[in-house]
């Protein structure tokens, strides 16, 4: 397991493939924080094909923010986990078809749908 972090955010790289990403309380991400983020991903090795977002904290996105992250192709395979109920009810619309992505209520089943992910031929 490896760790990284940025000013707004820690990542955890598990071995089993998974990058783990746990935004701080109460930051609101802006575009250039979202280019930062995205950049980090980028160059963690081995390459990141799976994220697992762990909402464990409230944070948001500015709306240009919101399309940046949504325009990255950095991952194939999302996991958002929500501990709460999102308001919005067209959450994960802003992502592109070629993102598989799900939202889960808990870590541990976000977490057995990406090893599946990864697992699957």
Same mark, same amino acid.
């Given at each position: 397991?490896?760790?990284?972090?940025?000013?707004?955010?820690?990542?955890?790289?598990?071995?089993?493939?998974?990058?783990?990403?746990?935004?701080?309380?109460?930051?609101?991400?802006?575009?250039?924080?979202?280019?930062?983020?995205?950049?980090?991903?980028?160059?963690?090795?081995?390459?990141?094909?799976?994220?697992?977002?762990?909402?464990?904290?409230? #944070?948001?996105?500015? !709306?240009?923010? @919101?399309?940046?992250? *949504?325009?990255?192709?950095?991952?194939?395979? %999302?996991?958002?986990?929500?501990?709460?109920?999102?308001?919005?009810?067209?959450?994960?619309?802003?992502?592109?078809?070629? #993102?598989?992505?799900? !939202?889960?209520? @808990?870590?541990?089943? *976000?977490?057995?749908?990406?090893?599946?992910? %990864?697992?699957?031929?």
């Amino acid at each position: 397991m490896k760790q990284y972090s940025l000013d707004f955010c820690d990542f955890v790289h598990h071995e089993n493939g998974v990058l783990e990403v746990i935004v701080h309380e109460g930051v609101e991400i802006t575009s250039d924080m979202a280019h930062e983020f995205l950049g980090a991903i980028d160059n963690i090795e081995p390459k990141v094909v799976a994220a697992l977002v762990n909402r464990k904290n409230n #944070y948001s996105y500015t !709306f240009s923010a @919101n399309f940046i992250l *949504a325009k990255a192709n950095s991952v194939k395979y %999302l996991a958002i986990v929500n501990y709460r109920k999102l308001m919005w009810p067209l959450k994960g619309a802003f992502f592109p078809k070629k #993102y598989r992505i799900a !939202f889960f209520d @808990n870590t541990e089943e *976000a977490t057995e749908w990406l090893l599946f992910k %990864l697992n699957e031929k």
